[in-house]
């Protein structure tokens, strides 16, 4: 694996619905959209509940912590993945409920665990953005 610990990232796509969680990333906070009517954290970004329809949602910083939900190991990696092989595509779940996708990243692949509490951390992606990915706790 290459001496840059950063798996490789391009700046994301952002849009209405996602430029608050993006700007979160670029501060170092995990922002996450929450129903001001059922409550239900929201992912992905989105101006709406899926939950229950509601068009009433708040951008709430979470706590960043959860649980590794399902996970595998990318063996041989492809373009700019290439060179980083292997690494850990995983879900996560999330302390408040909602399960991302995203990389384990900071520990050896063979140590990556179901039910591994895990963190998150904010890879560097372009020259002002972030990438959340998460590290053992």
């Known amino acids: 694996m290459p001496d840059d610990p ?4 391009r700046p994301p796509r952002r849009t209405h ?3 608050e969680f993006w ?7 995990l922002l996450l959209p929450r129903c001001d009517d ?20 708040t951008y709430t910083e979470v706590s960043g912590t ?12 492809a ?4 060179e980083f092989s292997p690494y850990v595509a995983a879900y996560v779940e999330l302390a408040e409920g909602p399960r991302v996708m995203t990389n384990i ?11 591994q509490a895990v963190r998150v951390v904010f890879d560097p992606a ?12």
């Open 126 to 137: 372009g020259d002002a953005d972030a990438i959340p990915r998460f590290t053992p706790s």
């Open 105 to 115: 990243v900071g520990v050896p692949v063979d140590q990556v665990h179901v039910g």
């Open 17 to 19: 619905e996602t430029a």
């Open 23 to 29: 700007d979160g990333c670029a501060a170092g906070r």
């Open 66 to 77: 959860g649980t590794v939900y399902s996970f595998t190991v990318v063996r041989k990696g």
């Open 79 to 82: 373009g700019a993945y290439r």
């Open 38 to 57: 059922c409550h239900a954290y929201i992912w992905y970004p989105r101006l709406f509940c899926p939950h229950c329809s509601s068009p009433r949602v």
């Open 6 to 9: 950063f798996l490789p990232t």
